[in-house]
């Protein structure tokens, strides 16, 4: 199995109302692929999503992959971790599972963990399970609020690209 980046940027920019700014940069001061981001904007948002780390399983029978997108705040930047497990099915590969947890910056808001999702579509349930845990006055430190609510979309979207990306 194997996960194609180039894939994963061309999926990810066809989403509705995405616009990539930057695909595949290395990060100002660093070195090697795991240092490497593409930065792209939803709805006036600014959103990083790190290059996906991957590791395979002997005798190529599942993978799994995860990577980090930063939601960009003035005060500091929140951040969505993605687990993603894949299985060798007679079809090709298969997503067994995804899970999304949010870091929040700074500590006034405690970080949250969505449910695994374990069958059915896997980003819509990772979109799911995020919204079910942010509110309406989720995060109200500064102006971010707003923002904070795309994070379930941003993760749904990253979810459904790294699906693509698989082969």
């Not at 590791?55 to 687990?83: F, P, Q, W």
Request: charged content about 20%.
């Amino acid at each position: 199995m194997t996960f194609d980046h180039n894939t994963f940027a061309t999926e990810l920019g066809s989403q509705n109302e995405i616009t990539i700014s930057k695909s595949w940069f290395q990060w100002a001061n660093t070195s090697g692929s795991l240092n490497t981001t593409m930065e792209y904007m939803k709805g006036g948002d600014t959103y990083r999503t790190w290059y996906q780390e991957t590791s395979n399983m002997k005798e190529d029978a599942g993978m799994l992959v995860s990577c980090k997108i930063d939601y960009e705040r003035a005060t500091g930047d929140d951040h969505i971790i993605l687990l993603t497990g894949f299985a060798i099915t007679q079809d090709g590969p298969k997503m067994i599972f995804a899970q999304a947890s949010v870091q929040f910056h700074g500590s006034e808001d405690n970080n949250i963990v969505g449910a695994p999702v374990k069958s059915g579509d896997m980003a819509q349930g990772v979109y799911d399970s995020l919204s079910a845990i942010l509110s309406d006055n989720f995060g109200e430190v500064d102006d971010s609020t707003a923002g904070r609510q795309t994070l379930p979309e941003i993760a749904k979207l990253n979810v459904a690209a790294m699906q693509a990306a698989v082969s």
